[in-house]
């Protein structure tokens, strides 16, 4: 099964470098956003399995916008799932993890297809347990 992926960042030079690496490991990046506004507006419109939502999003909190997210895809009926990344320890955040919507938290350096799947099935290390 292919995964149709949103990656959400505020870092321009991550998303191009995590788009690359992800679509070449099997990943279709249906899209990637700078900001909660665009993610909001591209979920509706792509409808992806799966949303890499940065912790950190400049003024924004990822946190907030996984929460936002759980909240569409409830009132619309749709499948999608939101997984964490961040290049912070998941020590440091580990009380908002466990409120957290989100199936799972990748750190950025372990960012991968299998990381992905893994998380979205479970089986991954990406928990937020």
Known sequence: MVIRCLIVDDSTAFLAA????????????????HDSAQAIADINALQPD????DVYLGAESGFALAERIEAIARAHSLAVQVILISSHSRDEMVDLLHE???????DKAELSAQTI??????????RPT
């Open 18 to 33: 995590a788009e690359r690496a992800l679509t070449s490991q099997g990943i279709n990046i249906v899209g990637v956003a």
């Open 100 to 106: 957290s919507p989100a199936v799972a938290f990748v």
């Open 50 to 53: 799966v949303v890499l939502v």
């Open 117 to 126: 799947r893994g998380a979205l099935h479970g089986t991954g290390d990406g």
